[in-house]
């Protein structure tokens, strides 16, 4: 009878003292966000929402000071004090963006076009992701471009050394400025989420491309180039890279955690620009 008691204690206790907070994302229309990352600032916590906005996070032994935080480049950035989420309805409303975007006029005389970043054709995998490690599906990784020129991006490219994949396979991007060295979230240049689904027949060369001409992606500083695999991924996707090269600005994370620097190596991830000469 005693062992009784203690257990149902401890189940209670258990219960009490667990905080897997259930949630729902949607715009002021009711319509709800799919594919949303949802983090916990500095740390590998988070979730991904579904097709219904709804998402769950374990907050269990979290620091409640700590935010959460959501970024999506259709709308405006919502971070909230996990305190505060925790005793909300734990529905989250994003704001739509509103875009004003001036016209460009540009003199094609003074521009030439060029590649930038990590181009390789080996079939040797770098980094990637397995859907039987589902840490790693959350896994995004950023190759800092550098530079001091006015540029357009015209195309995203990376090349892809391993696709054993049911069916197809989602990569989602970002090019971002940099803040103290590093991608930041507020300083996206596209306005929209940039999303590519192939299959094995759009692998050409090993190469895959985004084509993001017509959304006048400009920049005149350093910036980084964002890839991350949509989270229903079936089976294996791996991107081949440098392996030799060192001391290349080139990160991973998870959720929204502190980017960390490859050892060694860089992830063939480039981009089509036209630039200043």
Not at 29 to 49: V, Y
Not at 129 to 156: D, F, G, M, T
């Amino acid at each position: 009878m005693k062992k009784i008691i203690i257990f149902l204690t401890f189940l209670i206790f258990s219960i009490n003292y667990s905080q897997i907070i259930s949630g729902k994302i949607t715009d002021h229309n009711g319509n709800a966000i799919s594919n949303a990352r949802i983090g916990i600032e500095n740390t590998e916590l988070g979730d991904i929402s579904d097709e219904e906005g709804n998402f769950k996070i374990d907050f269990t032994n979290v620091d409640k000071n700590k935010k959460l935080k959501i970024f999506v480049n259709e709308f405006l950035p919502f971070t909230s004090k996990i305190s505060d989420f925790i005793s909300s309805n734990h529905k989250i409303i994003l704001t739509e963006k509103v875009i004003d975007i001036a016209p460009i006029v540009i003199n094609p005389k003074k521009y030439k076009f060029k590649n930038l970043g990590t181009t390789t054709k080996s079939k040797v995998a770098y980094c990637g992701y397995n859907s039987e490690n589902k840490n790693r599906l959350y896994q995004e990784y950023a190759v800092k471009i550098p530079n001091k020129k006015h540029l357009k991006i015209k195309k995203i490219n990376v090349n892809i050394s391993l696709f054993e994949v049911d069916d197809s396979a989602t990569l989602i991007f970002d090019i971002q400025n940099s803040k103290n060295g590093f991608p930041d979230d507020l300083k996206s240049l596209t306005k929209e989420t940039l999303k590519l689904k192939i299959t094995k027949n759009d692998i050409l060369m090993n190469t895959v491309s985004l084509d993001v001409n017509e959304m006048n992606i400009w920049t005149n500083e350093d910036f980084f180039v964002l890839v991350r695999v949509e989270e229903n991924l079936k089976g294996k996707l791996y991107f081949s890279g440098n392996i030799f090269a060192f001391s290349k600005d080139t990160y991973y994370r998870n959720y929204y955690g502190e980017w960390k620097k490859f050892s060694t190596g860089e992830p063939s991830i480039n981009v089509d620009v036209q630039i200043e000469k």
